[in-house]
């Protein structure tokens, strides 16, 4: 399946901030291998009923040592997002639950959303909630050719 503006651009923003970190010869990626795979569509991908059958775009994995950081990501505009309790927002909590029902402590599971459209795009956004407030919720906001987005996602990742 090809891949859409927003799916594109988050591809080649996490291949420029791994470059450009691998390259330092220290930082995120030190110690830690990355792999990157296209989520297949509905029906033949990994879906969550939690979340609304929610099938995000792609798997984004750390592996470090013992450990793995597992994330599913997903660009997209948020403009058809039903609101803060939409499913799809909420999944960044519900993984958490799933992660633990895994009882496996090298398995880190994430959820995030990378949204092309901005913050003053968003129509519930008049509720208040600030750019913080959605990346609380592992929301982050794209901004084509700059990788600052990504490495929120790959910090995320790394939070335990």
């Not at 929610?54 to 609101?83: C, S």
């Not at 960044?92 to 949204?115: C, M």
Request: glycine residues 10%; without cysteine; charged residues 30%.
């Amino acid at each position: 399946m090809a891949l859409n503006d927003g799916e594109r651009d988050f591809v080649r923003d996490l291949r420029s901030l791994y470059v450009r970190e691998r390259g330092k010869g220290s930082g995120l990626f030190e110690g830690r291998d990355l792999y990157l795979l296209r989520n297949q569509s509905r029906g033949r991908g990994v879906g969550f009923f939690e979340a609304g059958n929610f099938y995000p775009d792609f798997v984004l994995w750390l592996v470090e040592a013992e450990q793995q950081h597992i994330a599913f990501v997903d660009p997209k505009g948020l403009r058809n997002i039903e609101g803060p309790n939409d499913p799809k927002l909420r999944f960044a909590q519900t993984i958490k639950e799933l992660q633990a029902r895994l009882g496996d402590p090298a398995v880190e599971l994430d959820s995030f959303i990378v949204s092309s459209a901005p913050l003053q795009q968003l129509k519930w956004w008049d509720g208040g909630m600030s750019e913080l407030d959605f990346e609380a919720r592992h929301v982050v906001f794209q901004t084509p050719g700059q990788t600052g987005y990504v490495e929120k996602v790959v910090k995320g990742m790394l939070e335990r």
